[in-house]
């Protein structure tokens, strides 16, 4: 269901950008399982270039059980722009999620009126893909904007109204980082490395998904892939606890 968007996704970071392959850990890139009703297989790919620090994008196919397509952009830390979040997820045809935000790094009123603000007449262009639903796993004011497109669907919608609020999102996104003026000073900078740390803890810590994950591959390897691969800044809760009993 979401391959249409995966390929809009890879075709335009590699007409925009000047990419280069990021190390994915061994054993993470590929796993297939026949635990579920059907066998799933999830792949994943991951680039950098000057702009972007990571870009990363995820695909489970489960057949008709699961179809999830997840992606965040870092830009580089010598920009002061929030993440672009993508989050798409199906199960059975039936129950159809659809998460897409610029994640704000910080909640100050002049970042949100620089960053955030410009999504306003986007978001007003799809009611009905902003349905204020709550969220189980998350503070919905840390991470994520009020302009954030968070709905139930259908798989019609999704192949209409979805996908042109996707390209919409995206190129609105490149357009603020081509605008975007390189950060120079070291604090800064530093800001802006403790603020996706800070992303990649928090997210870590709280993904619903790595239930998922285990369900489908096994524990082990599911902490893996969150804590390596996905949001390689966290630090596992038992690690972060070992040290500091050390």
């Known amino acids: 269901m979401y391959k249409p968007f ?24 590929v796993n297939v399982s026949d635990r579920g009703r059907s066998p799933a297989t999830i792949r994943s790919w991951c680039y950098e270039c000057p702009q972007l620090r990571k870009a990363r994008y995820t695909y489970i196919d489960a057949g008709e059980s699961a179809q999830i397509f997840n992606s965040v952009i870092y830009p580089s830390h ?3 722009l929030p993440l672009l979040g993508i989050d798409f997820l199906s199960f059975g045809k039936v ?6 935000d610029f994640q704000p790094l910080f909640q100050d009123e002049a970042y949100i ?21 709550e969220m189980k796993f998350y503070d919905a004011n840390q991470y994520f904007s009020k302009y954030l497109l968070f709905a139930k669907t259908d798989p019609a919608t999704v192949a209409t109204r979805v996908f042109a609020a996707f390209q919409d999102y995206l190129k609105l996104y490149w357009e603020m980082l081509a605008r975007e003026p390189l950060l ?13 740390k800070d992303y990649d803890q928090y997210s870590a ?9 285990s369900s489908y591959f096994g524990h082990e390897w ?3 892939f969150l804590y390596e691969f996905l949001f390689e800044d966290a630090v596992p ?8 009993k050390v």
């Open 95 to 100: 129950k159809n999620l659809i998460v897409l």
């Open 6 to 29: 995966l390929e809009f996704l890879e075709k335009e970071l590699f007409q925009r950008f000047d990419l280069q392959s990021r190390t994915i850990p061994n054993g993470l890139e």
């Open 78 to 80: 010598q920009y002061n």
């Open 237 to 244: 809760l038992a690690h972060a606890v070992k040290t500091v």
């Open 113 to 133: 009126k620089k960053y955030i603000e410009p999504l306003k007449f986007l978001h007003e262009n799809y009611p009905d893909l902003a349905q204020n639903l």
């Open 184 to 196: 120079t000073d070291p604090e800064d900078i530093q800001r802006v490395i403790k603020a996706q």
């Open 205 to 213: 810590d709280r993904d619903p998904a790595s239930g998922l994950f």
């Open 222 to 224: 599911s902490e893996k």
